[in-house]
């Protein structure tokens, strides 16, 4: 057992999520980068929408997988691994906003102005041709970050609201709750401009 | 706001819920039954769908592929080094007594995860991925994390014969200011004090990402070689190496050649001449502009270059170069118009090479005249790829800002 603890087990990962994780978990550095292969473009993504910006998203993305051998242990198969891996990924986006949030608060007490961005949006990632999905990804910024995260991992993501439930570790009423007012916020953001 | 006709309908948080997926089969029917036949949940239902159709169509933002592979890699490694869970004081003190009983029998295993000497040999055969052979002098080494084969090559020539990767293998050659990936080919690298020289190929087809440049590929029978000298200054890095060529970031992307065409011709540069008056005196200026920084006159630089890029037209590949040493210019001489040249760079360059070194200096100028917020959303738009240095220069900048503010 001592030696497993330095040789990574070089052995094919199938293509099961029970087993890859699993296998995460016991320090399978291989199948670490399967999972790293599989889910980090999702992982990119999601995080880049929920903070609207991808200043050090490569850094979230690196701890993120940096402490799922450690997170994997936790890994509830009723849920995708796919969902998981999210899920871990949200939870740091969050501890790193909190200090985001802190500073701009400093910022606004310097400023003395009084506006909190809930996102500040990547111009880049703004650039969308089409206008309605532009008016869609602004008022996607304008929602509260908890709406926003249902959201992100529902309406553009797919994921089925227990999934979603577990990534967020809310309570499957909580998501539909925030789903219905987050949906009553950006219908009204869009009539409002016409976007739709 | 006025109101929406579907909150008349009891119903509608019920048909709500069968669009996510929250009901049984049989409840789902059935109030999707009756969205049908209810006008104001049929307006609701419409709405949603549009609303979904709208998300699932949003373009998602994509990591760069050589940002993505260098976090692979760390992750690896350091999970590698970590071994296998560090979740509680307990496992982790059997991880150490593990590790030292392995070092007090010989240690064989542990020596292994630790980075290899540097080789001066002629080569080696790399098990169950290929053949790697130096020439006289070279200095690399190999280390092997997990599935992934990692060549560091210092100065030198090394040539590999790399045997077909599965997607999840991978096979690099690191610089300092470059990596060489392939799947299965036989190519040479040549590096000189840790920069590319030259990467030639012979089989199959290698990716070549050099520091701040797209990547190229490069097929059998091509051979790319780098021509300026290695890590430049930013100035002269900007300047033409020549009268008459390009700078290399202006080189239109090599696209990946097809699988039957000839063997591909060596990379190389073709000059564009100016061909008219005006362009000659465009020319002058840019010339005349970037010298005069060099030498030390930023007032001088600052000039020619804006003479430059008001007659310069829009694709002219000196722009960039232009717009990023006017700013140098104009902040080595305290002009508070550095502000307006950086954003004018980032507005017309918003991928430009130079975006992290533009924003490092427009988010300090900000930050010193205390518009702390403006700085801020500046150094948001930082480039996901900038390097570490440039990164800390942004937070010393702001940091000002958090400082002040804390008095």
Do not use: I, K, W
């Given at each position: 057992m001592s030696l497993r603890v330095v040789r990574p087990v070089l052995t094919l990962v199938p293509d099961d999520d029970e087993v890859l994780l699993q296998r995460v978990a016991a320090g399978d550095v291989h199948a670490l980068g399967v999972a790293f292969d599989r889910f980090h473009r999702d992982v990119y993504a999601v995080l880049a929408r929920l903070r609207g910006s991808r200043l050090d998203l490569d850094d979230l993305v690196q701890t993120t997988f940096l402490v799922l051998p450690r997170a994997a242990h936790n890994y509830d198969p009723a849920a995708s691994a796919r969902s998981f891996v999210l899920g871990v990924a949200i939870q740091h986006a969050r501890r790193e906003r909190r200090s985001l949030v802190r500073r701009w608060r400093l910022w606004q007490a310097r400023t003395h102005e009084v506006d909190v961005p809930e996102a500040v949006v990547d111009p880049e990632q703004h650039a969308s041709d089409r206008e309605d999905l532009a008016a869609l990804e602004s008022a996607l910024a304008g929602l509260s970050h908890a709406q926003r995260e249902v959201i992100i991992l529902h309406e553009v993501q797919g994921m089925k609201g227990d999934e979603v439930a577990a990534a967020l570790g809310v309570p499957l009423n909580t998501v539909w709750t925030r789903l219905h007012h987050a949906r009553n916020t950006l219908r009204a953001t869009l009539d409002a401009r016409g976007a739709r | 706001m006025s109101p929406r006709p579907h909150e008349d309908c009891a119903r509608a948080a019920e048909v709500e819920a069968a669009l996510d997926g929250g009901l049984d089969p049989a409840t789902e029917a059935e109030a999707l039954a009756h969205a049908r036949a209810c006008l104001s949940c049929a307006a609701l239902e419409r709405s949603l769908r549009s609303l979904r159709e709208l998300a699932r169509s949003l373009p998602g933002a994509a990591p760069d592929p050589a940002a993505a592979q260098r976090v692979r890699a760390e992750v690896l490694a350091s999970a590698g080094r970590a071994g296998r869970g560090l979740s509680t004081p307990v496992r982790r003190a059997l991880t150490a007594a593990a590790a030292v009983t392995l070092a007090l029998l010989g240690g064989a295993a542990i020596a292994r995860r630790r980075p290899p000497p540097p080789r001066t040999d002629g080569g080696i055969e790399l098990a169950g991925v290929g053949m790697l052979r130096a020439e006289r002098g070279a200095v690399y080494r190999v280390e092997r994390v997990g599935s992934d084969t990692r060549i560091g090559l210092t100065e030198g020539t090394i040539h590999l014969a790399v045997v077909r990767r599965r997607r999840s293998e991978r096979f690099v050659v690191s610089l300092g200011d470059a990596e060489v990936e392939v799947r299965g080919t036989r190519f040479a690298v040549d590096a000189h004090e840790g920069h590319l020289r030259r990467v030639r190929v012979t089989e199959g087809l290698v990716a070549v990402r050099r520091q701040g440049l797209a990547e190229r590929f490069i097929a059998a029978g091509g051979t790319l070689e780098v021509t300026e000298a290695p890590a430049p200054s930013p100035v002269a890095a900007a300047l033409p190496p020549t009268e008459s060529l390009p700078p290399t970031e202006s080189l239109p992307p090599t696209e990946p050649p097809a699988p039957d065409a000839p063997s591909a011709p060596a990379l190389r540069v073709e000059p564009t001449r100016p061909a008219s008056a005006s362009a000659r005196t465009a020319s002058r200026d840019f010339r005349a502009g970037a010298l005069a920084y060099v030498r030390g006159e930023p007032a001088a630089a600052a000039t020619a270059l804006q003479r430059f890029l008001a007659a310069a037209p829009a694709r002219d590949p000196r722009r960039e170069d232009a717009r990023y040493v006017l700013v140098l210019a104009l902040d080595a001489s305290h002009e508070a118009a550095?502000?307006?040249?950086?954003?004018?760079?980032?507005?017309?360059?918003?991928?430009?090479?130079?975006?992290?070194?533009?924003?490092?200096?427009?988010?300090?100028?900000?930050?010193?005249?205390?518009?702390?917020?403006?700085?801020?959303?500046?150094?948001?738009?930082?480039?996901?790829?900038?390097?570490?240095?440039?990164?800390?220069?942004?937070?010393?900048?702001?940091?000002?800002?958090?400082?002040?503010?804390?008095e």
């Open positions: - | 550095a502000e307006g040249a950086a954003r004018a760079y980032l507005a017309e360059f918003p991928r430009g090479l130079r975006r992290a070194e533009v924003t490092v200096r427009l988010t300090r100028r900000l930050a010193a005249r205390g518009a702390c917020d403006a700085a801020a959303s500046v150094a948001l738009g930082m480039p996901e790829n900038a390097d570490g240095a440039l990164r800390a220069q942004v937070a010393h900048g702001l940091s000002r800002c958090a400082g002040a503010s804390g």
